[in-house]
C-alpha cells in the first residue's frame, strides 16, 4: 500500500469534506488516514476537520475513531478464533449464529477494555442500545455455561495482556 504525502492527503481530505459534509464519511477517512499516512499528515487532517466542523461533532469523529482503533486487534483475535472474518462480524448479517459471536465479541470488549457502550456500538457500526443488549444477552448466557464463560474469559485475558493470538 502507497502511503500518501501530507499535501495530497490534506486535499484529499478537504474535497471530501466539502462535497459530503458527511460526518460518517469523514470518520472513514480519517480512520483511513491514520493507516495510509505519515503522522504529519493526520495532524494536518485533524486541524483541517477541526476547522470545519464545530467541537462537538470533531469529539465525535475521535471518539469513534479510537473505537475502531482500539478494537481492531481484539475484534481480529475473536473472529479468527470463530472461524470468521472481521467484516463479516461487523457486518449487517443477522443470523442467530452470527448475532450471537457479535455479542459475546461485545463482552469482550467490554471486559477486556475502558470502552463506553457508544464506542463498543461504533466498533461494530452500530449504536449503544446493541452494545448494551449484547453484553446483557452474553451476561446471561454465560451465568449458565460454563464452557462459554471459560472461552470468553480466555479471549479477555488474552486481550488484556496485549496477546490476541493466545486466545485464537
Do not use: N
Not at 500500500?1 to 499535501?7: A, I
Not at 477486556?112 to 446493541?130: Q, V
Amino acid at each position: 500500500m502507497t502511503r500518501l504525502d501530507d499535501d495530497t492527503l490534506v486535499a484529499l481530505f478537504c474535497g471530501r469534506w466539502d462535497a459530503s459534509r458527511d460526518l460518517a464519511a469523514s470518520l472513514r477517512f480519517v480512520v483511513d488516514a491514520a493507516i495510509r499516512g505519515p503522522a504529519p499528515a493526520i495532524a494536518k487532517v485533524g486541524a483541517e476537520l477541526r476547522k470545519a466542523m464545530h467541537p462537538p461533532a470533531f469529539k465525535h469523529v475521535l471518539r469513534h475513531a479510537y473505537a475502531v482503533e482500539q478494537s481492531t486487534p481484539i475484534l481480529e483475535a475473536f473472529a479468527r478464533g470463530c472461524g470468521l472474518v472481521v467484516k463479516r462480524l461487523t457486518g449487517r448479517e443477522t443470523g442467530h449464529t452470527i448475532t450471537r459471536r457479535r455479542y459475546e465479541c461485545m463482552w469482550v470488549l467490554k471486559k477486556a477494555t475502558d470502552m463506553s457502550y457508544p464506542e463498543i456500538g461504533a466498533a461494530f457500526k452500530r449504536g449503544h442500545d446493541i452494545a448494551i443488549r449484547g453484553v446483557r444477552e452474553t451476561e446471561a448466557r454465560i451465568a449458565s455455561d460454563e464452557v462459554l464463560r471459560a472461552r470468553l474469559e480466555a479471549f479477555v485475558a488474552a486481550a488484556r495482556s496485549g496477546d490476541g493470538r493466545r486466545a485464537a
